[in-house]
């Protein structure tokens, strides 16, 4: 059993059928896993039955467990960014809530973050969706990496355990699918150790994806284009100048 504390949060958006199941083995693993432990569940402003889902989670595992509510849907990278706010403990572990992704898997990750790792990351050993998310999936992967010259081989694979030193050097922005990008980059240029494993992805039981609605889309690449301005293009539009300056 570990000795230090993990934080496991999991943003949800209309995720009540899976989440009895979900939370119920998150808090078998932390149990046989870790000595200290929250879990965190940030209800997005879902219009099904989430929030009395929550509520009867929350009394059936008592304090160890919290609840984020949004009012109205803030986004995907809205609910991250309250995720990493309310996590409390030494590292941060997040998946989604919605079953694709098997938390029973964690102990992989704990595994591997020794005293010189500060973030381990999951990559999808195979994705489980229909063809057009898959290749959809793919092709923003690899736009996204040779975009923002990004070393981790699945950017998004939301199965993360992350130190929390490391998570408050940086500060979020995105609302959308686009926080796992500026995630990932701004972590890596603080030049931390990263690790990487395999994990598994599982077809979609329950509800829907919302990252490939047409409105999530241009959201996600409109904030795309403009995080690229503002990690990309200024800082080298910046040292462009302070070099034609100096030469001067």
């Given at each position: ?62 304090p160890r467990m919290r609840i984020v509510t949004h009012e109205v ?164 539009l910046g040292l462009k100048r302070a070099n034609a300056h100096s030469?001067?």
């Amino acid at each position: 059993m570990y000795s230090y504390g993990v934080s496991v949060f999991f943003p949800a958006y209309n995720d009540a059928p899976s989440l009895p199941t979900l939370i119920g083995k998150t808090f078998a693993v932390l149990e046989e896993q870790v000595a200290d432990f929250e879990v965190i569940v940030v209800n997005d402003g879902s219009a099904d039955n989430t929030a009395e889902v929550l509520r009867n989670l929350a009394d059936q595992y008592g304090p160890r467990m919290r609840i984020v509510t949004h009012e109205v849907n803030r986004g995907y990278g809205g609910a991250l960014r309250s995720g990493f706010e309310a996590a409390t403990k030494e590292f941060v572990f997040y998946t989604d809530g919605d079953g694709q992704y098997d938390v029973g898997e964690l102990p992989k990750l704990l595994a591997l973050m020794t005293a010189n790792v500060s973030f381990v990351n999951g990559y999808k050993i195979e994705r489980n969706d229909p063809w057009h998310r898959i290749w959809i999936g793919k092709t923003y992967n690899q736009f996204a990496r040779l975009m923002f010259h990004v070393s981790l081989r699945d950017i998004d694979c939301d199965f993360r355990l992350i130190r929390r030193s490391l998570l408050d050097l940086i500060h979020l922005e995105s609302t959308s699918g686009t926080v796992c990008v500026e995630l990932v980059r701004k972590l890596e240029l603080c030049g931390m150790q990263v690790e990487e494993v395999g994990v598994h992805h599982y077809p979609r039981i329950h509800g829907k994806s919302q990252f490939f609605r047409v409105k999530s889309l241009a959201t996600t690449f409109y904030q795309l284009f403009r995080l690229w301005c503002w990690l990309l293009l200024l800082p080298r539009l910046g040292l462009k100048r302070a070099n034609a300056h100096s030469n001067s």
